[in-house]
């Protein structure tokens, strides 16, 4: 089984719709989750960061993150054009230095 | 500097050469990790230097890769005797602190190498 399972898409919605974007690991060890957004040719930016299970919200972005199912989630509302990257989930366990990345799941959003 | 700069963009070299990556990280960040990312895949860790320190090498593939971070702000990943598998992009990140906590990476722009 992979430490992280990632739908690499492509995923295509209309401008404006809710987008969910998902990964699961095996890892019970991983402490923090994020996400982060790579446009073309270019490398990963952080997008989200959480500690525990729940929601954080910022802005149009919302992470979600279930320990207990060992899944988490980066909801996109009001998508925009310029959403259209590669989402990558991440995560770390304190004291590895290791920040593992799942495969990223290609986002376009349609005008 | 502005932000993580690596160098060249683009390697291109022959099988059984010999190449440098270089990468500069953010001025004061303590952390410097070497990625490597495959066309349409996530990074995968090579490499963690705290300071000067490589405290965690075990993502190398062979030991045809080696790193050094001598005075802990610039760094080389040098792969010896390249062959057409290493072909990839090389992506060098920075972190301000490098401590236990989970803290944002900041990614340079990769450097590309193809080995004919």
């Known amino acids: 089984q992979k430490e992280v399972e990632q739908d690499p898409g492509p995923l295509s919605v209309p401008e404006g719709a809710i987008v969910s974007l998902n990964c699961t690991y095996s890892?019970?060890?991983?402490?923090?989750f994020m996400w982060y957004r790579q446009y073309s040719r270019k490398g990963p930016e952080l997008l989200m960061y959480?500690?525990?299970?729940g929601n954080k919200e910022d802005g149009r972005f919302t992470a979600q993150v279930d320990k207990s199912s060992k899944y988490i989630s980066l909801f996109i509302r009001d998508s925009q054009p310029s959403d259209s990257a590669t989402y990558l989930c991440?995560?770390?366990?304190?004291?590895?230095?290791?920040?593992?990345f799942g495969t990223g799941t290609r986002l376009k959003v349609l005008a | 500097g502005a932000g993580v700069s690596q160098s060249p963009r683009y390697k291109v070299t022959k099988r059984g050469q010999d190449v440098a990556l270089r990468c500069d990280p953010i001025?004061?960040?303590?952390?410097l990790y070497w990625y490597r990312q495959a066309l349409g895949q996530g990074p995968e860790f090579l490499t963690y230097?705290?300071?000067?320190?490589?405290?965690?090498k075990s993502g190398l593939p062979n030991d045809r890769f080696s790193a050094e971070r001598p005075e802990g702000s610039i760094s080389t990943l040098t792969i010896q005797r390249t062959e057409q598998r290493d072909s990839a992009m090389y992506r060098c990140?920075?972190?301000?602190?490098?401590?236990?906590?989970?803290?944002?990476?900041?990614f340079g722009s990769g450097t590309q190498l193809s080995v004919l």
């Open positions: 959480t500690y525990s299970s």
């Open positions: 890892n019970s060890a991983f402490q923090y």
């Open positions: 990140a920075s972190s301000l602190t490098g401590g236990p906590l989970g803290e944002k990476l900041f």
């Open positions: 230097f705290n300071y000067e320190a490589q405290q965690d």
């Open positions: 001025s004061g960040h303590v952390s």
């Open positions: 991440a995560f770390y366990t304190s004291g590895t230095y290791k920040y593992i």
